[in-house]
């Protein structure tokens, strides 16, 4: 069994123009074993408006409803928080090639 203690999950959420809420995460392994704190100011500052994101440029899964409504829906998720989980990682990639490719 391998160890997943110092994984990354990075929570995000999409609030259409109705405030009706989905929430989302995703889990990267972290072998580089980058802090918390570094992970969270690198993210931050890509965010727009320092809350939001598109997740097709960030290469995440997008959150979003079943039924597109265009008074209501749009394509950026909202950043939540990122926290350290023992749950195995659902992206192919690192935390720090993560970051890297969202700094491009």
Do not use: C
């Amino acid at each position: 069994m391998k160890d997943f203690k110092n994984n990354i999950q990075l929570n995000y959420l999409y609030r259409d123009a109705g405030n009706f809420k989905l929430h989302g995460a995703t889990v990267f392994s972290n072998p580089e074993d980058l802090p918390v704190s570094e992970i969270e100011k690198q993210i931050k500052s890509r965010l727009i408006d320092g809350e939001f994101f598109e997740p097709s440029k960030w290469g995440v899964a997008p959150l979003g409803f079943e039924t597109w409504n265009d008074e209501l829906d749009h394509s950026w998720n909202e950043y939540e928080s990122i926290q350290i989980t023992s749950e195995e990682p659902t992206f192919n990639k690192t935390i720090a090639t993560f970051l890297r490719d969202i700094s491009r």
